[in-house]
Structure formats: C-alpha cells, structure tokens
C-alpha cells in the first residue's frame, strides 16, 4: 500500500553509505520536533525528537541536527541499511497547551545493496 | 500488546454514501487523534480527542464527526463521502496532549470515493 505519492524529494544511497535528509520547519515559535519514519503501507514510526533547547541529539545510528537560526532540521543516518528504506518525516510543535504537530512532506529515501 | 488497530484497511465508496473508520488502542492512551494523507502533503489533522467525551477539531474537519465514549475508541464518521476525502486515514494516539508526546499511529485506512 503506497502512502504517499510520486512527487516526493527522493535521496537514493548505497548500503553503508551515511544519508542526510533535510526538513526546513515553518514556526520559529516550535520549540520540540520529531522524526518519523513511515514505510510502505504502514503508519508512521517514531525515531528520534529534539527540544529547541538542544542543537544535536544522538540515537542508534541516528543523529538530529537543529539550527534554530535557520529554522532547519536534519537527520543523519549512518551506516544506512536497505531497511532503512522508507519515508521520512519531520514534525514540529509548538508547546502552546493543545496537541498541533505540524508534519513536513517527507522526503523518500532508497537504500540499494 | 496490538497498539493501535484501525479497521478496514482498504474502502471503496460511492459518492454520497457514509461510512465509520474504527480505531481502537489498548494503551490507555488519553489522546487520540486522526490524520488524513495526501500525496505531495504532510499529514494534516482532522479532529482530536484529549479525553472520553472531549473532542475538537483540527486542521481540516469538515465533511467528519468524531466521538470518544471510551478511552480505547475513537471512530471517524464520514457523513456523505465525497471524492475529495479520496485519502488514506491514520488514527494515532499518545500518553499526553499537551506539549512533548510520541504519537503511536495505527496502519491506515485507504478510503476512495468515486
């Protein structure tokens, strides 16, 4: 089941390679984010959430980057293995009292062997 | 643990016709909320519940009904479809509403109306 459609920005990398994917959020006011990933024909899948307060976050073979100045986001995966084929999402919200996550587009990554 | 189930998978409707999209968790989840996707688009909201017997709309919540009469249930009522609520539905649910939350999304429900 696709999910999504045919127009998303797509990085394709080979296995073992190091992927960068890159998300440029709206409200300067967002003070938390979150990256999902979402495979195909399944819900979105937490990995890895940032607070403003914070410019670089690490997980298993994940690593979020926030620069605030620009309002940018990324997500370094290294070691990337064709299961880390999917797509990707950042989200951001603002910690204003009501639940409003705000969903980036998503960007589709292809791991080949 | 089944997490988030929505029911069906897949629908096909008519235009005009109604239909509930189910979605049940078993986490004791006081937040539930729905979200349509749409090629090219993020996921958008369209209604959310904080509670059983509170709920409020979100981003994009015409033409849907919501109700919460348990923690465990949240259906999403389509009154009389139309072919622009063509989409795939994922309902989602998290510990809390307000401020930092980590959504547990079901499946999806791929709905077309033509």
């Known amino acids: 089941g696709e999910s999504v459609g045919l127009h998303l920005p797509t990085l394709s990398v080979q296995e073992g390679d190091n992927s960068i994917i890159n998300c440029a959020y709206s409200n300067s006011a967002s003070d938390y984010f979150i990256w999902y990933k979402q495979e195909s024909g399944k819900g979105p899948q937490f990995i890895i959430d940032i607070r403003s307060n914070m410019d670089k976050r690490q997980g298993q073979r994940v690593t979020v980057l926030l620069n605030k100045t620009v309002k940018h986001l990324s997500l370094q995966i290294a070691a990337t293995q064709p299961g880390d084929s999917a797509v990707y999402f950042c989200?951001?919200?603002?910690?204003?009292?009501?639940?409003?996550?705000?969903f980036g587009t998503g960007t589709r990554l292809l791991v080949s062997p | 643990n089944a997490g988030v189930t929505q029911t069906p998978k897949f629908q096909v409707l008519k235009t005009g016709q109604s239909m509930t999209l189910q979605c049940a968790q078993d986490?004791?989840?006081?937040?539930m909320s729905w979200y349509r996707q749409d090629p090219g688009m993020g996921l958008r909201l369209i209604h959310y519940s904080v509670g059983a017997g509170i709920t409020d709309q979100g981003e994009v919540p015409n033409g849907y009904n919501v109700s919460r009469s348990t923690t465990e249930d949240f259906p999403l009522r389509l009154l009389s479809a139309a072919p622009s609520q063509t989409s795939v539905y994922f309902c989602?649910?998290?510990?809390?509403?307000?401020?930092?939350?980590?959504?547990?999304f079901g499946a999806g429900s791929r709905l077309t109306v033509l």
């Open positions: 986490m004791n989840h006081e937040y």
């Open positions: 989200a951001e919200i603002e910690n204003t009292g009501f639940q409003k996550l705000v």
């Open positions: 989602a649910s998290s510990t809390r509403p307000h401020g930092a939350n980590v959504l547990t």
